[in-house]
């Protein structure tokens, strides 16, 4: 008996799971995810480093070349021969607005604020 006492309250909590909402929490992640690769995939074209090895022996170098190379980014001068090659700016769209549909009827608040913490 208290075996199915258990599962009776596990099926219960289980279905307590807002499927919708965790869906669009996953998209909103997964997105996240993209868009972080892409970004350092352009940095590290940017540094003419590879992605997926440091630096170590000079890092007063990195973080020069770094500030130079975040410059270029938010001046928009990157140079032309920087491609996204997997961006495809009408999936991000579609996928972009499903997310929010899905948020918006599983009533998930797309603006989240954050607050400053003091220093």
């Known amino acids: 008996m208290t075996k199915l006492q258990s599962l009776s309250s596990e099926i219960a909590?289980?279905?307590a799971f807002n499927l919708d909402q965790l869906n669009a929490l996953m998209l909103e992640v997964m997105e996240q995810a993209r868009h972080d690769?892409?970004?350092m995939?352009?940095?590290a074209k940017l540094l003419a480093v590879e992605s997926t090895k440091g630096n170590q022996n000079q890092p007063g170098t990195l973080q020069t070349t770094f500030g130079e190379a975040m410059?270029?980014?938010?001046?928009?001068?990157v140079p032309q021969?920087?491609?996204m090659v997997d961006f495809d700016p009408i999936a991000a769209?579609?996928?972009t607005a499903a997310r929010e549909?899905?948020?918006k009827a599983a009533g998930i608040p797309m603006e989240?604020?954050?607050q400053e913490e003091p220093r």
């Open 37 to 39: 690769d892409v970004c």
């Open 81 to 83: 021969s920087v491609e």
């Open 101 to 103: 549909r899905a948020a």
């Open 13 to 15: 909590r289980l279905k």
């Open 41 to 43: 995939r352009v940095l």
């Open 93 to 95: 769209a579609e996928e």
């Open 71 to 77: 410059q270029k980014v938010h001046s928009n001068t």
């Open 112 to 114: 989240i604020t954050v």
